[in-house]
Nanobody
Framework: QVQLRESGGGLVQAGGSLRLSCAGS????????MAWFRQGLGRERELVSA????????SYAASVKGRFTISRDTAKNTVYLQLNDLKPEDTAVYYC?????????????????WGQGTQVTVSS
């Protein structure tokens, strides 16, 4: 069983930065592709970014490409999402997830484990 716990959310002004962390536990954590999703108020949950277990393949939503960076520290069983140049429309609850995904265009990751989420609020 994999358990995930996010941290690092908060309130920031537009143009600011945050770093989200997702600490994982469980013997299979390192074998998973890890992803970050977000869900704004009244909106559907959307995939923000993902990274393979090796770290060699990454994917970003068009809305965050060039501003957000995903990374992982295998030794610490932790995945990060660096959020730069934040905009009010980035306001959402951010979730990390352990997923299975081929990264093939047009397909969606299958989530096996969710974290509890961390709130990011960007003021204008």
């Amino acid at each position: 069983q994999v358990q995930l716990r996010e941290s690092g959310g908060g309130l920031v002004q537009a143009g600011g930065s945050l770093r989200l962390s997702c600490a994982g536990s469980g013997h299979s954590f390192s074998n998973y592709t890890m992803a970050w999703f977000r869900q704004g108020l009244g909106r559907e949950r959307e995939l923000v970014s993902a990274m393979t277990q090796s770290g060699t393949v990454t994917s970003y939503a068009a809305s965050v490409k060039g501003r957000f960076t995903i990374s992982r520290d295998t030794a610490k069983n932790t995945v990060y999402l660096q959020l730069n140049d934040l905009k009010p429309e980035d306001t959402a609850v951010y979730y990390c997830a352990a997923v299975r995904w081929s990264f093939v265009h047009g397909t969606a990751p299958k989530v096996d484990h969710w974290g509890q989420g961390t709130q990011v609020t960007v003021s204008s």
